[in-house]
């Protein structure tokens, strides 16, 4: 099983190691960051394993619970979210063992064993997914995909390069050949672009589960 | 949009970078919590961030309220297990109520704490426990009604026509005699304090008595329980074993 590694940039890691550091302190608040960072990634990530949509979220639900408690075993000597991802899959896989147990649950429940992250799935639908909320999560990322297309060759490139190649601030001034500062600004203002558009949609769609 | 809010957003952004430290830091963090502007703004560019990344948003791309769930369903299990943050083994917590009662249609959000994972173990061994207590208190009843005195005690209790017969005058226990005291008085028969007590009369059953005698050669004790003589010292001498 292959953790992929989201974002391999240290200084990422180091705030999430800072956020689970606060939270241990007591600052329960700084947790609320991280569930809101990777919720929907541990979603997908379950989604992979239980067909229905309300034990995906009761899985998930469950992995940060789980991972909240055992903050304080947590030494950072990995990735927060590769830890995160283990507690996930643990979970998931014992929620599957007693489902199997039930003979009352049907095989529709189920997926194979199968929590690969990189394995991009197909175009089945799973048991709870309806074409409109489909038709809006392409919606959406045609919108996002959109918008990067349409900034300034500036902003796109130091955007590309912290979001989908995971480079450090000080990596992408070195590429970019200009100051952090500067690199911090052009991720800002593409980050904006990007979310001016996103934002009026996640409003209107907001508590929605399809 | 106000400048300040433009700088907040700002903060968040390199706080999603890991960019801050220190107050900056501190201040993002309060920021992305206690603003709703900034809150929003945190949750926008980690979905921008997801799209670009995978090319997709998903169904839970909307799902803004996945978080209020979380602090729901964790301020409920605080309440119900608190010692579990000092438990090194949290990561291996069954909690698997909640998946079965989902599988079987039963799950209920708003009162998640009225049974225990082992709930239906836990009844049955409270059973085995109460049926064993009750066991051995029939046993030590029994064997206490075997102890010498005791039954004689407990039999006399029974009132029985005979009784009247066999000891004329006796009275069984139980039973008020003809002069009887009146409330206040003190018995007749009743040693006056300081006084040794005379010793009490046995009330027999000539019957049982009877039944007893002639069924004794059968048993290995007497009629007053005692182990019989021949079953003690008991021997067995065969010629030619």
């Given at each position: 099983m292959n953790a992929p590694d989201p974002n391999p940039s240290g200084a990422v890691a180091e705030s999430d190691l800072m956020l689970v550091e606060r939270t241990v302190a007591g600052d329960q608040k700084a947790f609320a960051l991280l569930v809101v960072k990777y919720?929907?990634?541990?979603?997908?990530?379950?989604?992979?394993?239980?067909?229905?949509?309300?034990?995906?979220?009761?899985?998930?639900q469950e992995t940060f619970i789980r991972a909240y408690r055992a903050l304080h075993q947590f030494r950072g000597d990995a990735q927060f979210y590769t830890w995160l991802y283990r507690i996930a899959v643990n979970t998931a896989k014992k929620a599957l063992m007693e489902l199997k147990r039930d003979p009352t649950v049907t095989e529709s429940f189920l997926k194979p064993d199968d929590d690969d992250e990189t394995k991009t799935r197909g175009n089945e639908l799973i048991s709870d997914e309806t074409p409109e909320s489909v038709f809006a999560a392409k919606e959406i990322a045609a919108v996002v995909n959109g918008a990067i297309a349409a900034l300034p060759e500036d902003l796109r490139q130091a955007v590309t390069l912290r979001e989908i190649e995971g480079l450090s601030y000080e990596e992408i001034s070195v590429v970019m050949n200009c100051p952090i500062g500067t690199v911090r600004s052009r991720i800002f203002r593409a980050r904006e672009a990007i979310s001016a558009k996103v934002r009026p949609m996640l409003e209107n769609q907001a508590g929605k589960r399809w | 949009m106000k400048p300040e809010q433009l700088k907040n957003r700002e903060l968040v952004s390199a706080l999603a970078d890991g960019q801050l430290r220190g107050a900056e830091f501190t201040r993002a963090v309060a920021l992305a919590n206690q603003d709703g502007d900034a809150a929003a703004a945190w949750h926008a560019y980690h979905l921008a961030g997801e799209i670009l990344r995978t090319g997709e948003a998903g169904a839970n791309a909307f799902d803004q309220g996945f978080l209020a769930r979380f602090e729901t369903r964790l301020a409920q299990e605080a309440n119900l297990k608190p010692a579990l943050a000092d438990s090194p083994d949290a990561t291996k917590i069954v909690a698997n109520y909640a998946y079965t009662k989902r599988a079987n249609g039963q799950f209920d959000q708003s009162n998640?704490?009225?049974?225990?994972?082992?709930?239906?173990?836990?009844?049955?061994?409270?059973?085995?426990?109460?049926?064993?207590?009750?066991?051995?208190?029939?046993?030590?009843?029994?064997s206490l009604g075997n102890l010498p005195g005791v039954a004689d005690t407990l039999s006399g209790l029974k009132p029985s026509a005979q009784l009247a017969q066999a000891a004329p005058g006796a009275v069984a226990p139980g039973h008020a005699r003809p002069d009887t005291v009146a409330p206040g008085q003190a018995r007749p028969d009743a040693a006056a304090p300081g006084q040794a007590q005379q010793p009490q009369i046995m009330i027999?059953?000539?019957?049982?008595?009877?039944?007893?005698?002639?069924?004794?050669?059968?048993?290995?004790?007497?009629?007053?329980?005692?182990?019989?003589?021949?079953?003690?010292?008991a021997t067995f001498e065969g010629a030619g074993r």
């Open positions: 919720q929907r990634r541990i979603q997908r990530l379950i989604g992979r394993m239980v067909r229905d949509v309300d034990l995906v979220e009761d899985i998930a | 998640p704490a009225n049974d225990s994972a082992n709930q239906s173990s836990y009844r049955w061994k409270l059973m085995a426990a109460v049926a064993s207590l009750a066991a051995v208190g029939a046993i030590g009843w029994n027999r059953d000539p019957h049982l008595d009877a039944l007893l005698a002639a069924h004794k050669q059968f048993g290995g004790t007497s009629a007053l329980q005692m182990p019989a003589g021949f079953i003690r010292n």
